[in-house]
């Protein structure tokens, strides 16, 4: 099998493709990351649902969290709702989408957005107690994805209308 090559979005910030770039390395401060580093923890369940192992892949894709995130992000991107288990999967989803080209870099962007807000809110609950919600990862997402796309395509056809219903692209 070759090895996966990670695909950079170009726009969106260097920081946020970089969560999913150490997600896909496993490169991420994960309990399960930490504790194979030897650092102590106290538990390595995943601090949002409290059931399995936090692993990257659990956190981004097999936590009830993040399936539910999943297939909101795919209902609003009007793409068939993926069971994916893994991040590498998630993130060459965009490959295989119909459409233009700019559709599928929109995705991928998405995508990238995604995963950076559900590591903020895993963050935020470790550090802050903060108690993750779906449709503040969900509002966060098509907030900065429309601003960061918009600004760094500078397409005129992307607006906040078209944004919210995904169409026109
Ligand atoms: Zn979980």
């Not at 903020?120 to 609950?125: E, F, V």
Request: include cysteine; glycine fraction near 4%; proline fraction near 4%.
């Amino acid at each position: 099998m070759p090895e996966y090559v990670f695909d950079w979005n170009k726009w969106v910030p260097k920081k946020v493709g970089f969560v999913a770039w150490r997600a896909e390395k496993e490169r991420l401060p994960t309990r399960v990351a930490l504790a194979e580093r030897n650092v102590r923890i106290e538990s390595d369940r995943c601090v949002i649902c409290g059931d399995y192992a936090e692993t990257s892949d659990h956190v981004f894709m097999s936590c009830q969290l993040a399936q539910t995130v999943w297939s909101i992000v795919s209902q609003w991107c009007k793409i068939p709702t993926f069971s994916a288990f893994c991040i590498q999967d998630v993130l060459s989803m965009h490959g295989g989408i119909s459409g233009s080209q700019k559709r599928r870099n929109i995705v991928q962007a998405i995508v990238h957005v995604t995963i950076w807000s559900i590591w903020n809110t895993r963050n935020d609950a470790v550090f802050n107690s903060v108690y993750p919600s779906v449709p503040k990862i969900i509002e966060e997402v098509k907030h900065m994805s429309y601003l960061w796309v918009k600004s760094r395509s500078k397409d005129p056809l992307i607006t906040w209308e078209t944004w919210r219903c995904f169409e026109g692209f």
